[in-house]
């Protein structure tokens, strides 16, 4: 099973500000990987999907980039609304698996 | 608009069996994989099974594998799984979610707002 970890654990930021998640994985996931915002009491929602596409609605600000073991998350300024919790998800190999997520707060 | 929405359910003891259900709308369903995901209170995601469009491939989590089983109707827009055996460890909210594919390309493009089973005696 292809393991994912996501750093920092937590980033402390404050609106306006560019937020950078990283994802790392344990084996070459190709650039099958997406990326999932959730916010508290709310499902998750599609932000990224296969490294670097933005997803239906989802705004420019948030982009992908990546391939391989090393994918980046990046929120080029951040708004009010884009502090909540990201988790990356590799579909390469089954099963499809997490990471473990970064809480992005306020700073 | 996509919707789905999730029921089923509930507080279960140990050992005993729960069917939660997904009632899908906005989109054309058979078109669709879909996939069953949880998250255990507190914690992070964790896909759990999901279906290809026509049934003809099914997957499961290890952790399930011989316990549930996933299910689905296309004529009435309906996604299902059969829980038996459960454990404590299955306490989550379980999601609901449509790939982005007929087949299970497992990208979860879009999601209900969960139903919660609690496993405890």
């Known amino acids: 099973e292809i393991v994912l970890t996501q750093s920092p654990a937590t980033l402390s930021l404050s609106p306006g500000e560019r937020a950078t998640l990283s994802c790392r994985a344990s084996q070459s996931v190709s650039s099958y990987l997406a990326w999932y915002q959730q916010k508290p009491g709310q499902a998750p929602r599609l932000l990224i999907y296969?490294?670097?596409n933005r997803a239906t609605g989802i705004p420019a600000r948030f982009s992908g980039s990546g391939s391989g073991t090393d994918f980046t998350l990046t929120i080029s300024s951040l708004e009010p609304e884009d502090f909540a919790v990201y988790y990356c998800q590799q579909r390469s190999n089954w099963p499809g698996t997490f990471g473990p997520g970064t809480k992005v707060d306020i700073k | 608009e996509v919707q789905l929405v999730e029921s089923g359910g509930g507080l279960v003891q140990p050992g005993r069996s729960l069917r939660l259900s997904c009632a899908a709308s906005?989109?054309?369903?058979?078109?669709?994989?879909m996939h069953w995901v949880r998250q255990a209170p507190g914690k992070g995601l964790e896909w759990v099974s999901g279906?290809?469009?026509?049934?003809?491939?099914?997957g499961y989590a290890d952790s399930v594998k011989g316990r549930f089983t996933i299910s689905r109707d296309n004529a009435k827009n309906s996604l299902y799984l059969q829980m038996n055996s459960l454990r404590a460890e299955d306490t989550a909210l379980y999601y609901c979610?449509?790939?982005?594919?007929?087949?299970?390309?497992?990208?979860?493009?879009?999601w209900g707002q969960g139903t919660l089973v609690t496993v405890s005696s």
């Open positions: 279906i290809s469009w026509n049934s003809g491939s099914t």
């Open positions: 906005g989109f054309t369903f058979d078109d669709y994989a």
């Open positions: 979610a449509k790939d982005m594919s007929d087949e299970q390309q497992l990208t979860f493009q879009h």
């Open positions: 296969d490294a670097s």
